[in-house]
């Protein structure tokens, strides 16, 4: 495992990070807890979750693990707030300061932690302005409850947008940025991945392997695995990235991830971990097995020429299923 510097920050983090999603929801506690040993061992540092995940599952089973280890002290633990977390009350969602306060003091809690390394808004609110979010934020930090604050598919104009405010009114800036990122959606090439290098942006890719999409399960005429996410095509948010233009790219990947000999997810996993920019994409391993396959990642490698055939798959900057969506609409929280 190498370690990569987290944008400007000087903290030191594996280049994959763990994210916690189903863990206390799909991934039992038991199974959470020898998947974070597995981890561990594996020499990843970097652990990544968000209170709405489950509604404070995954976050209490993450504490719970992190109280009977031990060595919370030697981990980069991040969360995020946004997403809503009562449906009988209005302001329990968003990114105004009320919400922002309220769970991070939960989030804290639930993670039987005095800090997060990472406290991230989970997705842009266009109710709120960012300086009420970013002052919030500063408040947080200044109290020593949270040490550097990032965010989770912002557009390259909403994160300058917030740079500029910081510095005009001397607040602490976001120092990442957490995107999907992906050989189906390559959008963020445009101008995100720019701007980050550019300010010294961390960048945590979400979903690298599209979903699943990714991961040789998929594929024209195949049937879908029972119990898949996107076995349920009553969601619109899944069922718009389902598209006759991927089948065509996951034909020609899985063509060329044979001829290189390795299998189509640890390819695609492979790829985003190169990325110039990228700083540790995040993998949702459900099963011990998932994780299994996620680590041999780590020891493949492209030549020149074997990029310039993926980018003849999938140009750079475009992308054939839909998951860079950082206009999202306030109390939005849509599934991953």
Same mark, same amino acid.
């Given at each position: 495992?190498?370690?990569?510097?987290?944008?400007?920050?000087?903290?030191?983090?594996?280049?994959?990070?763990?994210?916690?999603?189903?863990?206390?929801?799909?991934?039992?506690?038991?199974?959470?807890?020898?998947?974070?040993?597995?981890?561990?061992?594996?020499?990843?540092? &970097? &652990?990544?979750?968000?209170?709405?995940?489950? =509604?404070?599952?995954?976050?209490?089973?993450?504490?719970?693990?992190?109280?009977?280890?031990?060595?919370?002290?030697?981990?980069?633990?991040?969360?995020?707030?946004?997403?809503?977390?009562?449906?009988?009350?209005?302001?329990?969602?968003?990114?105004?300061?009320?919400?922002?306060?309220?769970?991070?003091?939960?989030?804290?809690?639930?993670?039987?932690?005095?800090?997060?390394?990472?406290?991230?808004?989970?997705?842009?609110?266009?109710?709120?302005?960012?300086?009420?979010?970013?002052?919030?934020?500063?408040?947080?930090?200044?109290?020593?409850?949270?040490? &550097?604050?990032?965010?989770?598919?912002?557009?390259?104009?909403?994160?300058?947008?917030?740079?500029?405010?910081?510095?005009?009114?001397?607040?602490?800036?976001?120092?990442?940025?957490?995107?999907?990122?992906?050989?189906?959606?390559? =959008?963020?090439?445009?101008?995100?991945?720019?701007?980050?290098?550019?300010?010294?942006?961390?960048?945590?890719?979400?979903?690298?392997?599209?979903?699943?999409?990714?991961?040789?399960?998929?594929?024209?005429?195949?049937?879908?695995?029972?119990?898949?996410?996107?076995?349920?095509?009553?969601?619109?948010?899944?069922?718009?990235?389902?598209?006759?233009?991927?089948?065509?790219?996951?034909?020609?990947?899985?063509?060329?991830?044979?001829?290189?000999?390795?299998?189509?997810?640890?390819?695609?996993?492979?790829?985003?971990?190169?990325?110039?920019?990228?700083?540790?994409?995040?993998?949702?391993?459900?099963?011990?097995?998932?994780?299994?396959?996620?680590?041999?990642?780590?020891?493949?490698? &492209?030549?020149?020429?074997?990029?310039?055939?993926?980018?003849?798959?999938?140009?750079?900057?475009?992308?054939?299923?839909?998951?860079?969506?950082?206009?999202?609409?306030?109390?939005?929280?849509?599934?991953?």
């Amino acid at each position: 495992m190498e370690y990569r510097s987290f944008g400007r920050t000087g903290m030191m983090v594996s280049e994959l990070c763990m994210g916690c999603m189903y863990f206390g929801g799909k991934t039992p506690a038991e199974e959470a807890g020898k998947i974070f040993d597995a981890c561990i061992e594996a020499g990843i540092n &970097f &652990f990544d979750t968000a209170n709405v995940y489950g =509604r404070g599952a995954s976050e209490t089973t993450l504490g719970e693990i992190l109280s009977a280890r031990g060595n919370r002290a030697r981990l980069v633990v991040a969360t995020k707030v946004h997403g809503t977390m009562a449906d009988d009350d209005p302001n329990a969602a968003g990114n105004g300061r009320r919400h922002i306060v309220e769970q991070c003091e939960a989030s804290l809690t639930r993670l039987k932690t005095d800090y997060v390394d990472l406290y991230q808004i989970h997705r842009p609110d266009s109710k709120i302005p960012i300086d009420e979010t970013l002052r919030a934020l500063d408040d947080l930090i200044r109290a020593g409850k949270v040490r &550097f604050i990032g965010t989770s598919t912002f557009s390259a104009w909403q994160s300058v947008e917030a740079l500029w405010t910081s510095k005009e009114l001397g607040l602490n800036r976001f120092v990442s940025e957490q995107p999907p990122y992906s050989l189906a959606d390559r =959008r963020i090439e445009r101008e995100l991945l720019p701007m980050a290098r550019t300010y010294g942006y961390g960048v945590i890719p979400w979903s690298p392997l599209a979903g699943g999409l990714l991961t040789g399960k998929y594929g024209r005429g195949k049937e879908t695995p029972q119990g898949a996410r996107y076995a349920d095509q009553s969601r619109p948010n899944l069922a718009r990235r389902v598209t006759e233009a991927l089948f065509d790219v996951l034909e020609e990947l899985e063509a060329f991830a044979g001829e290189k000999g390795v299998p189509m997810s640890q390819m695609a996993l492979a790829w985003v971990l190169r990325r110039p920019g990228v700083t540790s994409p995040i993998i949702g391993s459900r099963t011990m097995e998932q994780l299994t396959d996620n680590l041999g990642a780590l020891s493949i490698t &492209f030549s020149d020429e074997e990029l310039a055939k993926i980018d003849e798959i999938v140009p750079p900057g475009t992308a054939v299923s839909d998951f860079y969506q950082a206009d999202w609409g306030p109390h939005e929280h849509r599934v991953m």
